[in-house]
């Protein structure tokens, strides 16, 4: 799902200013109590988009000034409220995790860049207006970051994803390759499956790149903490091509040294 349980948001950590943390914090208990209903538990897929309906509904209710009747909603109408942050972002992301409910393949990279573009990139953005930029140049980057880490989820979990009965690979992509979703259910990393993977890799390294400008021109804590989520977005993608994107043996995962790594460059970049 999204941005891997959002291991890559900036939950209201030390790095961002103490008066953002609260709406920080409640953007994410929302994003992640929504991505929990659709794909979580062993609930009906009908029970889990009225749930997500339900969510939808108390946003509602926020833009029309009246009180969310979902007890989590409460500090995210505050935050909205605090610092009017638009509320479209929010309805994508629960127009994003309703698909994941009913929909398991994905045509072509573009249809997944959609899929994106509502699951991950309301997050940048969301972020963004709290700290009151909202320049098209800006927004565009974001974007691409955002869809950019999706990616890499995506390319990371493929074999969690496959025992949820997911595919993101984009089908005309394992056609063209000559991957079959039996070679997933196998976990065979061959020839073919890694000339597949590092045609994924190299597509969302050059989104995250696209984007790395942001970080800087953002500056100050915020700056900070994006920059360290595209080192680490970027050191995810290296292990991936190292390992020729071979998944099955083992998740690629940030370790101490990398974290070690990536504030010391956060650092010298400031």
Avoid at 38 to 50: K, T
Avoid at 120 to 135: F, I, K, Q, S, T
Avoid at 211 to 231: N, V, Y
């Amino acid at each position: 799902m999204s941005v891997g349980h959002y291991e890559n948001f900036p939950v209201g950590s030390l790095a961002l200013p103490r008066k953002m943390r609260a709406a920080v914090h409640a953007i994410y208990r929302f994003a992640r109590y929504a991505d929990d209903v659709a794909d979580e538990g062993d609930a009906r897929a009908e029970d889990r988009l009225a749930e997500l309906a339900r969510l939808d509904d108390d946003l509602r209710r926020i833009a029309a000034g009246e009180r969310p009747q979902i007890e989590l909603m409460a500090p995210l109408a505050e935050a909205i409220q605090a610092h009017r942050l638009p509320l479209q972002p929010f309805h994508d992301l629960l127009s994003a995790f309703g698909q994941d409910v009913e929909k398991t393949r994905y045509q072509s990279f573009g249809e997944l860049v959609d899929y994106c573009r509502r699951s991950a990139n309301p997050v940048g953005r969301l972020m963004l207006a709290l700290h009151g930029v909202d320049d098209a140049r800006s927004l565009a980057q974001s974007d691409g970051i955002c869809t950019a880490l999706q990616l890499i989820n995506f390319w990371q979990d493929v074999a969690v994803d496959w025992r949820k009965g997911r595919v993101y690979l984009p089908q005309e992509d394992l056609a063209r390759f000559g991957v079959s979703e039996g070679q997933i259910d196998a976990g065979l990393a061959d020839a073919r499956w890694r000339a597949l993977m590092l045609s994924q890799v190299e597509r969302a390294r050059k989104m995250l790149q696209a984007g790395a400008p942001l970080a800087k021109q953002l500056g100050g804590r915020f700056g900070f903490e994006l920059r360290l989520i595209i080192l680490g977005g970027d050191r995810i993608l290296s292990k991936l091509h190292a390992s020729g994107g071979d998944v099955f043996k083992q998740r690629p995962k940030l370790s101490a040294w990398d974290w070690i790594y990536m504030i010391g460059r956060a650092c010298l970049a400031r």
